[in-house]
């Protein structure tokens, strides 16, 4: 007999997400995007926040799509990581944070923006 139908091929789109900070200002402010259909409006939403947060030297720390983020805060400073899943940029950024000896580092923010399908 004739072949099955062809599936139609699922088509994905890219997500955006980003991180900006203000690593002069004391508290740090911070700006996140996530699920953002392009670059620049990931940087822009992230930046945007962290000057709504009193940010004056803002500057995008990390810009990553299809991916996990997170932002690891200890006594010395912040790590800023992307990977496959937040459990890898979890574990990345804390041994980077925890390298010169800072045992004050957590996790401070963890988000994922991965393609979506749209047919």
């Known amino acids: 007999g004739p072949p099955p139908p062809s599936q139609p091929s699922a088509v994905y ?4 997400g980003a991180t900006a900070m203000d690593v002069s200002a ?5 700006g996140v995007a996530s699920s953002q259909s392009t670059k620049r409006k990931a940087e822009s939403t992230a ?3 962290c000057k709504a947060r009193g940010g004056k030297a803002c500057k995008v720390r990390l810009a990553y799509h299809n ?9 010395g400073g912040s790590v800023v990581q992307s ?6 940029a979890s574990g990345l950024a804390m041994k980077l944070c925890q390298q010169d000896g800072d045992a004050g580092c957590r996790i401070w923010y963890s988000d994922c923006s991965m393609a979506k399908r749209v047919e």
């Open 47 to 49: 930046m945007a926040q």
């Open 26 to 30: 004391d508290p740090t402010p911070v």
């Open 13 to 16: 789109q890219d997500q955006w």
């Open 67 to 75: 991916q996990c983020a997170v932002i690891a805060w200890g006594d």
């Open 83 to 88: 990977a496959a899943s937040t459990e890898i």
